[in-house]
């Protein structure tokens, strides 16, 4: 074995393996591997002018080129927090773009302050085949959707299954113009790194929820996007004061305890009036002038009651929200859907009975094939 190289093995990220990223910071920000810290080899100037040299006198060239760059103080303060990284998580792997020049220079230079660290075989690139790899075999496993109004709580139904896959959580979006979510999006790659690596520990039958390919900014990819359209489906119904509870809870509560952790009291409000009072004009060709502009009206009064001690304030625009929005919508895109796929419509907590048991079958037939005849 090559104690210099590992292969590019999935277990490494399902071990929670922290990974050494030496790309430059706009490939990281374009997407990491999970568990991945960016402590790059050479900044994103540094790597535009040794690209510049290398298409314009070659690779000798560039090697030169980025050794002048990366010298004296420079490299010893990028070996300084590789070795940081490595005191601190004694295990880490380093990685580049495809496991080539980069991450071999920040190993011979690791190797020559005394630290002797092994890189993936193949890099960042092997290591993304792998997972999409990943994510088109899950579009054959078996497959449970999970449908209903907004508010049904479905994510919450998904959450509570040892086989749900949260595509809303990998997406860092609740899927809705109100969904966005205070911290930045991942990127495509990042996202379909989260999924990746969730499917990794779910071999068997899957359960996800009702979604359009597009989730925020992220699309889920086509053929597992397509695996969902034919699934069978369940389909959560509740009445709609149980509903307009939850998206108040989704919309208000959770949404003001995550901006005031991050951003405090003063600013953080402000970004959340900004977010929902922008997610409400963005409906303004489906609402309608006047409608829109009704319920902006009950929006900031809603603003201004929370702001005196009345958070429920806001149920005056979700409810007309709920039933003059996203109900008709929903049951538009109902009628497109073929009611012999449904495999039970209920309430809640049937439709998670109904989940766990569709697993459990499942699962149950799955282990009778692989026994011996």
């Known amino acids: 074995m090559n104690p210099t190289l590992v292969e590019p093995d999935l277990a490494l990220l399902q071990q929670g393996r922290v990974l050494i990223d030496v790309r430059a910071p706009v490939e990281f920000a374009q997407g990491g591997l999970p568990g991945a810290v960016n402590l790059p080899l050479m900044d994103d100037e540094e790597r535009r002018l040794v690209g510049i040299e290398y298409k314009q006198r070659g690779q000798q060239a560039a090697i030169s080129l980025g050794q002048r760059l990366v010298s004296g103080g420079i490299r010893a303060a990028r070996i300084d927090a590789w070795r940081r990284t490595l005191e601190a998580h004694p295990d880490a792997i380093v990685y580049c773009f495809r496991g080539g020049l980069r ?3 920040a190993q011979q230079w690791l190797a020559e302050s005394g630290v002797e660290r092994p890189r993936i075989r193949g890099g960042w690139k092997a290591m993304r085949q792998a997972l999409c790899a990943r994510i088109d075999a899950a579009a054959e496993q078996p497959l449970l959707v999970v449908g209903g109004l907004t508010g049904c709580a479905k994510t919450a139904l998904i959450l509570a299954l040892p ?38 520990s779910l071999p068997g039958p899957l ?41 108040h809870k989704d919309y208000i509560d959770d949404l003001w305890t995550i901006y005031r952790h991050q951003f405090g009291e003063w600013l953080g409000w402000a970004l959340m009036r900004k977010q929902l009072t922008t997610a409400l004009s963005r409906l303004r060709k489906r609402l309608g002038h006047a409608r829109l502009a009704r319920l902006q009206r009950l929006q900031q009064l809603a603003f201004r009651e929370h702001e005196r001690g009345n958070p429920q304030a806001h149920e005056a625009w979700l409810a007309p929200l709920l039933t003059e929005y996203y109900d008709p919508m929903y049951r538009y895109q109902l009628e497109k859907r073929d009611p012999g796929r449904f495999l039970h419509v209920g309430d809640w907590e049937s439709c998670l009975e109904v989940a766990r048991a569709w697993s459990t079958e499942i699962s149950r037939r799955q282990t009778g094939q692989l026994q011996p005849a």
Not at 218 to 227: D, H, K, S
Request: glycine share 8%; with cysteine.
């Open 207 to 247: 359960v996800v929820e009702d979604e359009s390919r597009h989730i925020g900014a992220a699309n889920v990819p086509l053929a597992f996007w397509r695996a969902m359209e034919r699934a069978p489906r369940v389909r959560v119904e509740m009445p709609l004061d149980w509903r307009l509870a939850q998206i």
């Open 103 to 105: 991450s071999q220079i």
């Open 163 to 200: 086989n749900g896959l949260d595509l809303e959580g990998c997406a860092r979006h609740k899927g809705s113009a109100f969904g966005r979510h205070p911290l930045p999006a991942p990127s495509q790659i990042d996202f379909e790194h989260a999924m990746g690596l969730r499917l990794l």
